[in-house]
């Protein structure tokens, strides 16, 4: 077997050949290698952990989509009230050089929850990354975008770097780990929360469908997965489903899928007596289109899909090339079992506006879902340069 196939194998990465031979020379030359075909390194081997340093390619910074760590904790305070005595345990695959799971830490400090409350385990392929995590220091591009405060909360500057304080360093651990090698663990180490984002992209499918198996086996019953947009659609393929409507990346276990998402699906959607006035009295104000659209979510979001339907077509009539009220309506027809208005609806919002990157990942599901594996990949690619150029522009 090739060493690249080897590679391939052990870790699931789909790796061009050159940038897999630019990284074997490169260890040819850090090795002392003249040859190349004496360059086989074996799985598990301190120098094949090298090779893969090079290949797995970290890129993150804190507070990433901060709407994520939002509903994070949103859930992590969703658990602790139902149940205070219990330990909420999270997972971050990959977790690159700790910016994620110091993120959430972050997060729950802000909030005011205890780290005997909560337990953070990071983990990566790259063992190079989790010593960078374990240093816990920082350069400028680890900290982007406009809202910078919370630096001066948790780290310290030590010259132009900042370094990870001891109170989010109490909530996180990391270990060096392939994702695949985790299968087993499954049982014995059932988490509530799982971060698993930017990772499938760079899979194929059978490698993804790998992948999805086993982080169903690691999530709770009741566990919610975070995954990048443009990774949800190769998720529900395998297992999972989103939890609500207004957040696609937002997963769980099929067989968990709120009841309001499988009913929809299960049949089409009934009509339902209104029980709000169908015009507002003569003196109350116009909503406006704002309004209109959070009144549709907040009624898709509770199950009255014929109602929020009905908001929807309200705000197009007004404003036919309102992008996100298309989408809404996309997954309003996706909820009530109706793909292909789904779909052009959602063709419409990325007509709209074509970086519209919940509506691309939508599109990719769906044609995946039909068995258009080509075209649902198109999608998924579009969507992850969408997602690459946002963190550019954040930088």
Request: some cysteine.
């Amino acid at each position: 077997m090739s060493l690249r196939r080897s590679v391939e194998l052990a870790t699931g990465l789909a790796c061009d050949a050159a940038s897999f031979e630019r990284a074997v020379r490169e260890r040819m030359g850090k090795t002392g290698t003249s040859e190349r075909a004496r360059y086989e390194p074996a799985a598990g081997s301190a120098e094949f952990d090298a090779l893969l340093d090079l290949l797995v390619v970290p890129e993150s910074w804190m507070l990433r989509d901060p709407a994520v760590f939002g509903e994070a904790l949103r859930f992590v305070q969703r658990c602790l009230a139902l149940r205070p005595e219990r330990q909420v345990r999270i997972l971050s695959l990959p977790c690159a050089g700790g910016e994620e799971p110091y993120s959430m830490a972050m997060t729950l400090i802000d909030a005011g929850i205890d780290a005997a409350r909560c337990r953070i385990d990071g983990i990566d392929l790259s063992a190079a990354a989790i010593e960078r995590a374990r240093a816990g220091r920082y350069g400028k591009n680890a900290f982007r975008g406009a809202d910078l405060a919370f630096r001066a909360r948790h780290f310290t500057p030590d010259g132009e770097d900042w370094l990870i304080g001891a109170a989010p360093r109490a909530y996180v651990g990391f270990s060096q780990a392939n994702l695949f090698a985790l299968a087993d663990a499954g049982a014995a180490r059932r988490y509530d929360l799982v971060f698993c984002r930017n990772l499938l992209i760079y899979f194929d499918a059978a490698a993804s469908r790998r992948a999805a198996a086993v982080l169903e086996a690691l999530l709770a019953d009741d566990g919610l997965l975070l995954s990048g947009y443009a990774e949800a659609p190769a998720f529900c393929r395998h297992g999972f489903a989103p939890a609500a409507l207004r957040t696609p990346f937002i997963l769980r276990k099929q067989a968990a899928a709120a009841p309001v998402a499988r009913s929809a699906r299960s049949r089409p959607a009934a009509p339902v007596p209104p029980q709000e006035p169908a015009q507002a009295p003569a003196q109350a104000p116009r909503p406006t289109p704002e309004e209109l659209l959070a009144r549709a979510q907040r009624l898709a979001d509770g199950g009255s899909l014929a109602r929020a339907e009905s908001a929807c077509g309200e705000l197009l009539a007004r404003l036919p090339g309102h992008a996100g009220a298309w989408f809404l309506m996309g997954m309003i027809h996706d909820c009530a079992g109706q793909a292909q208005a789904a779909g052009r609806c959602w063709q419409r919002c990325v007509y709209l506006d074509p970086d519209h990157y919940e509506a691309l990942c939508s599109l990719a599901l769906l044609h995946e879902r039909s068995g258009d594996g080509d075209r649902g990949a198109s999608f998924r690619r579009r969507a992850a340069r969408v997602f690459a150029s946002r963190g550019e522009r954040a930088s």
